[in-house]
């Protein structure tokens, strides 16, 4: 590994950094309330926008839509935010409100057209979205865990949300009949699960605790090889791995490897 760059401008604790699809642009959200946009400049890199209307409070997370066009925002004001750059400038276009606590994260689907939240409020919030109105519709308000969901992420193809909790558990959502609800719970941490990630293959979980560990979480589809039950004809995800011994305080954060094995 080289380093490239230092990029500071920041006023407090950096919180969030992701990369557009195209990786020409890296946002970042801070605790001084601003997202800012960082692109190179011939050898540079360098600072291009500062986005600093949109939330009063913390900056937890900002991730891009698949198309690239779209940025949202979460904050510890209860508030996510919409920021459209298709006429070049990042523009705020849609606050989404009805969280009653912090935002904690934010997440766009595969496809663009759905969007979810999580909150300290122990909730899971689904928005549709309509980006050519900039109208963003809650879908679903999903209310499974029982204490603050950390982080939300979506599978890689399908539709079909994750979310991981203060509870100590993950949860996985889909539509069903217009009705967004849980069809599994995955047990099996000790401690608040802190972050999770879908491998690219969309088969498998890793899943990071406070209780210093990793866990590796594998679908198992009707008719399965292994033999594995699968109640009600529906998928059963198993923990088939944890990793432990590697760390010596809590895991925070995880990702896999882009590529499918």
């Not at 979205?129 to 599978?155: I, M, R, Y």
């Amino acid at each position: 590994m080289e380093f490239i760059a230092e990029l500071s401008g920041h006023q407090e604790r950096v919180w969030c950094v992701t990369w557009n699809k195209a990786g020409t642009l890296l946002a970042s959200s801070s605790g001084d309330k601003t997202i800012r946009i960082w692109g190179k400049e011939g050898d540079n890199w360098i600072c291009k926008t500062i986005l600093t209307d949109g939330h009063s409070r913390t900056i937890r997370r900002v991730a891009w839509s698949p198309c690239g066009q779209f940025l949202a925002s979460s904050s510890f004001d209860a508030t996510t935010c919409i920021w459209d750059r298709r006429s070049g400038e990042f523009e705020c276009t849609a606050t989404l409100e009805g969280h009653e606590n912090e935002v904690k994260s934010v997440a766009w689907a595969p496809s663009g057209n759905v969007l979810a939240t999580c909150s300290r409020d122990k909730s899971v919030w689904v928005w549709e979205v309509d980006q050519d109105d900039d109208d963003f519709q809650c879908a679903g308000v999903l209310t499974t865990h029982s204490e603050d969901v950390k982080n939300v992420t979506w599978h890689p193809e399908k539709e079909i949300l994750a979310s991981c909790s203060y509870d100590n558990t993950l949860r996985l959502y889909h539509e069903d009949d217009d009705d967004w609800v849980s069809f599994a719970k995955l047990d099996g941490h000790e401690s608040t699960v802190w972050d999770l990630a879908f491998h690219a293959s969309g088969e498998r979980i890793a899943s990071c605790s406070d209780d210093k560990t990793v866990k590796i979480w594998q679908e198992y589809l009707p008719g399965n090889e292994e033999g594995v039950l699968t109640p009600n004809n529906t998928a059963n995800w198993k923990c088939v791995c944890t990793l432990s011994g590697h760390h010596q305080r809590a895991i925070y954060s995880l990702d896999w490897q882009g590529t499918p094995f």
